[in-house]
């Protein structure tokens, strides 16, 4: 990573601790409100402070400084029943009660992924540089420490900055390039696909953007993954911390919303999905946990992160999945054990720990393990488990990699195929359809990865053997923000 540090001209003096009369106004603690309506903090001298509230946003203090005083916080809209989109990270000097305006400030920097460094003793405020990517140090005391052309009140950031048109898109079956979000439209070989907007508005996805960046360098996406069950397409909209729940015309049924903020107290990045009946298994990628979200009231049940496991926590967790008796499995990449949990309406219980070859495939066999599949000279091998190989496919082409992407209750298996290195920037990737004996039932083209946006999961095989895929659309190219469409097609 590059590294840039910003001096401004007026800096006098680096020692945080040693300029400045705080008066005893630095503060001792800041927190947020039982509502998060508003940041409160305490000093020496006085407790309960405010800071900054509104009734029309929640706020989340992410980070402070060495000193305390300065933070950084996230704030977004409170829509009760609706998620919460729109997210902003806002920079607060707590002693002076203003809110620093860091873009406008240096034009070149964005807000999002800002953090604290101290350095030697020093506090610098960490931000990118949207052109070059470089990380760029700012000594906290070069920041503006009174209200002017970069700082205002910190009161005003309960002021709305955006005035956004909340309308939901309903379905036509216009011939139109120009779809909303959740447009349904059918190819002329009756293959639908569903195409979702990238965009600010209240059931826009992403916030406009593919991927954001968070404190510490972390990365969120923006639909990291998707599944369909009973009908319903769960689509996870993470920079926006909710599941949005379409039927398959592409109405927006309803929209859950999950934990902004990991039991860390990091912002809770979100990275794949598994749904039953009761339940959505939401995967927390940096709190290597799975949360169980009631699917009816949004609750959340329980959070597992391994704390009953023989390591006493997960490692490294990629996936979600559930197996043929309706039992939640984990693989941990770390330590290469597969994990199974009992799942009734109250308990959720570590049923056994095995050995994983893993190979990055987390797909239930009914023999209690997983399949994998590896490339051989010409062609593929499907294995369950450790076993020797089930089924053995000769390929026309070479094959560059092969994976499971899932099963279906007629014990099928469906594996992806990239015939040749390159076809990852192309339209060269297979999917076959074997029986349980290794006949090949279908051979279907699939996109692949369209060198758009990323995602965790972008293949989902139902249970009754449906075919859908995600991909991002190359044709529609916004210039400050890259692709803003995202198409799910149900291939068969």
Not at 194 to 218: C, I, P, S
Not at 337 to 342: A, G, I, M, R, V
Not at 469 to 483: K, L, P, S, T
């Amino acid at each position: 990573m590059n590294l840039k540090i910003l001096l401004p001209a007026a800096l006098i003096c680096l020692a945080v601790a040693s300029c400045g009369n705080y008066g005893g106004k630095l503060p001792l603690r800041i927190y947020e409100s039982e509502d998060r309506h508003s940041i409160f903090y305490d000093t020496e001298k006085e407790s309960g402070l405010v800071l900054v509230s509104s009734e029309d946003w929640v706020f989340t203090v992410l980070l402070e400084s060495s000193t305390r005083e300065w933070i950084i916080a996230e704030r977004a809209p409170a829509l009760p029943g609706k998620g919460r989109i729109e997210t902003e990270h806002l920079l607060f000097n707590v002693s002076e009660q203003l809110l620093i305006d860091i873009e406008a400030f240096n034009n070149e920097l964005t807000s999002y992924g800002m953090y604290f460094a101290d350095i030697d003793g020093n506090d610098f405020l960490v931000a990118m540089n949207i052109e070059t990517q470089e990380d760029v140090f700012i000594p906290v005391t070069g920041l503006p420490k009174e209200a002017g052309n970069w700082a205002a009140g910190s009161g005003e950031a309960g002021e709305p900055f955006f005035n956004a048109d909340v309308s939901i898109n309903q379905v036509s079956r216009e011939e139109d390039n120009e779809l909303p979000a959740g447009e349904l439209t059918v190819q002329p070989d009756e293959m639908i696909t569903l195409v979702f907007e990238l965009g600010e508005d209240e059931y826009h996805l992403g916030q406009g953007t593919m991927e954001m960046w968070l404190e510490g360098g972390r990365l969120i996406y923006a639909v990291p993954s998707f599944k369909v069950y009973g009908g319903l397409l769960y689509l996870i909209d993470a920079i926006n911390f909710r599941v949005m729940v379409y039927d398959l015309t592409g109405d927006l049924l309803r929209i859950v919303s999950y934990p902004r903020v990991n039991e860390a107290g990091n912002t809770n990045v979100i990275r794949d999905i598994a749904v039953d009946d009761n339940f959505m298994y939401l995967l927390s990628f940096y709190d290597i946990a799975v949360y169980i979200i009631d699917i009816l009231t949004g609750d959340v049940v329980t959070v597992i992160d391994g704390s009953d496991t023989p390591a006493g926590r997960f490692g490294d967790i990629r996936q979600v999945q559930l197996d043929f008796n309706g039992n939640l499995i984990l693989a941990d990449l770390f330590d290469n054990n597969l994990y199974h949990y009992t799942v009734d309406a109250t308990s959720f219980n570590l049923l056994f720990a095995g050995d994983y070859v893993h190979a990055g495939q987390l797909v239930p066999a009914p023999c209690g393990t997983v399949y994998r599949a590896e490339t051989t000279a010409n062609g593929f091998e499907v294995f369950a488990g450790n076993d020797s190989p089930a089924i053995v496919v000769e390929c026309d082409d070479p094959v560059e990699n092969a994976v499971v992407d899932g099963t279906c209750v007629n014990e099928n298996i469906y594996v992806r195929v990239v015939k040749d290195a390159m076809s990852q920037y192309g339209d060269d990737e297979v999917l076959y359809v074997l029986s349980p004996t290794g006949d090949i039932t279908e051979i279907v083209e699939v996109a692949g990865w369209t060198g758009g946006g990323p995602m965790q999961r972008n293949m989902v095989i139902t249970s009754e053997g449906e075919v859908f895929e995600a991909y991002f659309q190359n044709d529609y190219f916004h210039e400050e923000i890259g692709i803003t469409r995202l198409s799910i097609s149900r291939i068969f």
